[in-house]
């Protein structure tokens, strides 16, 4: 049950897109279509943003878009919004009813 | 409205047990697959253990196997974790979560459990 590999930071200036990944192996990622994204902003609990890989949740802004190749799962954000600056964690499902969780990545809206 | 709220966290020597609890609302909770993630201070969420429905069916990341236990009482509408054998490291922000086919949609506020001498 190694972490998912994210970058620890990411940025971009308002109204530009900016893609996140999540590299994990055949046995997580590669393997199941279960690849989730979270935003967290400080001190507040988590937030699902995409789910099943690509699908967004009711009221998730259609900004928020996620895609899988291989082992490599990225999540992109379009048209940047003050607001999406937060940290963001990819999950995905490992077998045997467990899960793991990527490092998480800092966004920052410059 | 789905609410969870969590209670149990607090200041444990290492090597000490504490049973964390979650009391859910909303939902039907004796259908639901419930989890626990958790955050230690300044770092990223870490997934600990899962549960489905009737709590037959567990699952545990590594580094707690054998020290969680994972349960529920769907008659309470509450999901548990057992901690034993507490180290240093399980000190971490515990989050009760409703797990719908791997999306983890609702989440509690969190317990803190400090794990120190």
């Known amino acids: 049950q190694s972490a998912l590999t994210q970058p620890p930071s990411a940025s971009g200036s308002p109204g530009q897109s900016v893609t996140i990944s999540c590299t994990g192996t055949?046995?997580?990622?590669?393997?199941?279509?279960?690849v989730s994204w979270y935003q967290q902003h400080p001190g507040k609990a988590p937030k699902l943003m995409i789910s099943?890989?690509?699908k967004r949740p009711s009221g998730v802004p259609d900004r928020f878009s996620g895609s899988k190749s291989g082992n490599t799962a990225s999540l992109t954000v379009s048209g940047l919004q003050a607001e999406d600056e937060a940290d963001y964690y990819c999950?995905?499902?490992?077998?045997?009813?467990?899960?793991?969780f990527g490092g998480g990545t800092k966004l920052t809206v410059l | 409205e789905v609410q969870l709220v969590e209670s149990g966290g607090g200041l444990v020597q290492p090597g000490g047990s504490l049973r964390l609890s979650c009391e859910a609302s909303g939902l039907t909770f004796s259908t639901t697959w419930m989890d626990w993630v958790r955050q230690a201070p300044g770092k990223g969420l870490v997934w600990v253990s899962r549960i489905n429905p009737d709590g037959r069916t567990t699952g545990y990341a590594d580094s707690v196997k054998g020290r969680f236990t994972v349960s529920r009482d769907n008659a309470k509408n509450t999901l548990f974790l057992q901690m034993n054998s507490l180290r240093v490291e399980d000190t971490a922000v515990y989050y009760c979560i409703v797990d719908r086919s791997g999306e983890f949609d609702y989440w509690g506020q969190g317990t803190l459990v400090t794990v120190s001498s």
């Open positions: 055949s046995s997580d990622v590669g393997g199941y279509n279960y």
């Open positions: 099943a890989v690509s």
């Open positions: 999950s995905s499902y490992a077998g045997g009813h467990t899960f793991v």
